[in-house]
């Protein structure tokens, strides 16, 4: 089943569209990213905030995952200051087909060096287009 199956559209067609990816796994960016490198067909962004969620980036959350592992965020005692949680905003651009997704992935610790290196790709395929 997709994580991503909610449009913003009536449409699930994958050209000219915005899709949501809530609280989605690193697994499923590798479906896109497989060997963690962006190209011209797919790139992606992280820590975009928005309504979807907040700047913390790929370090803020290593920094959180290695001194508190994963809280419990709904917890009634509050939160440290510093945690910063597991959840990464992203935004995925497909510029070939006009198409983005968005959302949060859940981070693992495991997670950090394919996030790095997908961050690493897609500033090299953006700063080199246009």
Do not use: C
């Amino acid at each position: 089943m997709s994580s991503w199956k909610q449009s913003v559209s009536s449409s699930d067609i994958a050209h000219h569209n915005i899709f949501r990816g809530d609280r989605i796994a690193v697994a499923d960016l590798k479906e896109i990213f497989p060997d963690g490198e962006a190209d011209r067909m797919n790139l992606v962004l992280f820590s975009t905030s928005g309504v979807h969620g907040s700047y913390s980036t790929i370090e803020d959350i290593e920094a959180s995952l290695e001194k508190y592992g994963i809280l419990n965020e709904d917890d009634e005692g509050g939160l440290p200051d510093d945690y910063y949680g597991n959840r990464l905003t992203f935004l995925i651009v497909h510029p070939r087909i006009v198409s983005l997704k968005y959302g949060q992935v859940e981070v693992e610790a495991s997670d950090i060096p394919f996030l790095k290196k997908l961050r690493e790709s897609s500033i090299r395929v953006v700063s080199g287009m246009g």
